[in-house]
């Protein structure tokens, strides 16, 4: 386990410069065809691992800021980052596990800290259509069942690494079975239900719509990530949403 004296170790430059790898772009079939059931995707590069604990501690130690107790209300509640030993320590959780518990907020400020962005839905979804060998896999029973047996797991109080699964065809790692993600635009991937609605019962609703609303119906991986997001507000944080960034193609 790294001490905090390794922690800062990190901070101090011993992280490399993160990873991105071109996606050259296409036409996808979105599970979320609101402007019809293709959508066009621009060339673009991505991080190919989650950001994680010990690259978040570097972003919040030179921008305090976004430390824990210090990051604004508005931007992010009282379970920002909270699993952490203190602002500046990330112990129990190891450096190279992804960074949990961030809200929107501070995961687009750490990306525009890179010169990057959150992903679009359909950034993510293009990227996370691929498998090892395949651009788009999601045809192939075995595939969607490898990763609906993730979502059957219970829940872990600290993460493994990043990086453990084989990266897909593109060379991204994680994109499933490790942690839910932030997109740039989680608020807009549709709006049906009742704004009034809170927890539990908004997460069941939107779960609804999701189904009903989907172009891909047996994709019930994908289902699940828009469920979740659209029942999200961006200051809001969770044990097991993190986030990775993207850049615009060289």
Request: with cysteine.
């Amino acid at each position: 386990m790294k001490t905090a004296a390794v922690c800062f170790a990190f901070v101090l430059g011993c992280l490399h410069a993160a990873d991105y790898v071109p996606i050259a772009g296409g036409t996808l079939r979105t599970a979320l065809p609101l402007d019809g059931e293709t959508v066009p995707v621009a060339a673009y590069q991505m991080r190919s691992k989650p950001v994680t604990n010990a690259e978040f501690l570097r972003f919040v130690v030179t921008n305090p800021a976004w430390q824990r107790g210090k990051a604004p209300t508005l931007y992010a509640t009282a379970s920002y980052l909270n699993q952490w030993r203190s602002a500046t320590d990330f112990a129990p959780h190891a450096a190279n596990a992804p960074v949990t518990q961030v809200s929107w907020f501070a995961a687009s400020a750490y990306c525009a800290s890179e010169g990057a962005s959150l992903p679009s839905w359909t950034q993510w979804e293009f990227a996370a259509a691929a498998d090892a060998n395949r651009k788009d896999a999601r045809i192939d029973p075995a595939w969607r069942a490898q990763i609906l047996g993730w979502y059957e797991k219970p829940s872990v109080e600290r993460l493994p690494d990043v990086g453990l699964h084989p990266a897909n065809i593109y060379g991204v790692y994680d994109l499933h079975q490790l942690i839910w993600e932030w997109v740039d635009d989680f608020n807009g991937l549709f709006v049906t239900v009742d704004s009034r609605a809170q927890g539990e019962q908004k997460i069941l609703e939107t779960c609804g719509a999701a189904s009903l609303s989907l172009g891909d119906k047996e994709n019930y991986a994908v289902l699940m990530r828009i469920a979740l997001l659209a029942a999200l507000n961006g200051q809001d944080s969770v044990g097991s949403l993190g986030f990775r960034c993207v850049k615009p193609a060289q």
